[in-house]
Each structure stands twice: as C-alpha cells, then as structure tokens.
C-alpha cells in the first residue's frame, strides 16, 4: 500500500523493500534475538538507515529438573489446590 517493492533473500539479507530514490528497508529475521542478530543488523547500516530486526517472542518450554516439561505442583498437599470459601 506504501508503494514498496518487497523481496526475500537479496544477496545475504532475509527481507529488502525499495521504493522509489529513497533507502532500501532492510529487515532481519532470526528465531530469537542474540549477539549475532544485533551485528548483523549494525552490518546493514552500511547499505541502510533504515533497519529493523525481528524475532520470535514468546515463551519456549523449559525442561524441569525432573526431565519433563510443563507446570509441576511443588510442596506439600499435592497438586490440587482448594479454595478457602469454598472447602474441600
């Protein structure tokens, strides 16, 4: 809509939009956000002021101690939890 002409993968950049005499809007895309990601990304403001990142967000599954994932009631009383208004 803004006019751009977007592609995927020019030469070692994932996304790249021109539009008309202005800079190319480079855009790199990684699972998650590291080192790497943010130097590569200082990298392309040699081609670019205008450079984003983007990366996965959200929370990933941890392993727990036991080796099994997902939430785990720890204590006493089992897993079950009551509700004092409520009773047993």
């Known amino acids: 809509k803004q006019g751009h002409v977007v592609k995927g993968e020019i030469e070692d950049r994932d996304v790249v939009a021109v539009r008309s005499d202005e800079d190319p809007v480079v855009v790199e895309l990684k699972e998650q956000l590291n080192l790497a990601l943010l130097m590569q990304a200082l990298d392309r403001m040699t081609v670019s002021r205008a450079v984003y990142i983007a990366f996965r967000a959200g929370l990933r599954r941890r392993r727990c101690a036991r080796g099994t994932s997902g939430p ?12 004092p208004a409520r009773g047993p």
């Open 72 to 83: 785990r009631s720890h204590g006493r009383g089992g897993g079950r939890r009551r509700h």
